[in-house]
């Protein structure tokens, strides 16, 4: 069983930067991705970074935001710079320990473990 824990959520203005972590009690053995929930909208995927090191952006945010791991593959990383208004909402971290998530990048159902989420607002 994996166990995720984010932090690192707030409020900020647009343009501004924020960097969310998310620490595993166990390394996820195949990928780590950041999703969200924006009010009125279903989960998206944002970001994921698979065991290779292969990284994967939604088209929303390439370029603005940087998922990364530490080096000992337990901590994930969401460097979001550049913020907007719609960027506001939950950010859940999610782990997979089966390789369907190679096949099917940011894909909500390839990922079996959650955290609880933290919260982004961005003020306009």
């Known amino acids: 069983q994996i166990r995720l824990a984010e932090s690192g959520g707030g409020s900020i203005q647009a343009g501004g930067s924020l960097r969310l972590s998310c620490r595993a009690n166990?390394?996820?053995?195949?990928?780590a991705a950041w999703f969200r929930q924006i009010p009125g909208q279903e989960r998206e995927g944002v970001a994921q970074?698979?065991?290779?090191?292969?990284?994967h952006y939604a088209d929303s945010v390439k370029g603005r935001f940087t998922i990364s791991k530490d080096p000992d593959d337990r901590t994930l990383f969401l460097e979001m710079n550049r913020l907007e208004a719609e960027d506001t909402g939950v950010y859940y971290c999610?782990?997979?320990?089966?390789?369907?998530?190679?096949?099917?990048?940011?894909?909500?159902?390839?990922?079996?473990?959650w955290g609880q989420g933290t919260q982004v607002n961005v003020s306009s």
């Open positions: 166990k390394i996820p053995a195949h990928c």
């Open positions: 970074i698979d065991s290779d090191g292969e990284t």
């Open positions: 999610a782990a997979a320990d089966v390789g369907i998530c190679w096949d099917r990048p940011l894909d909500e159902t390839a990922f079996f473990f």
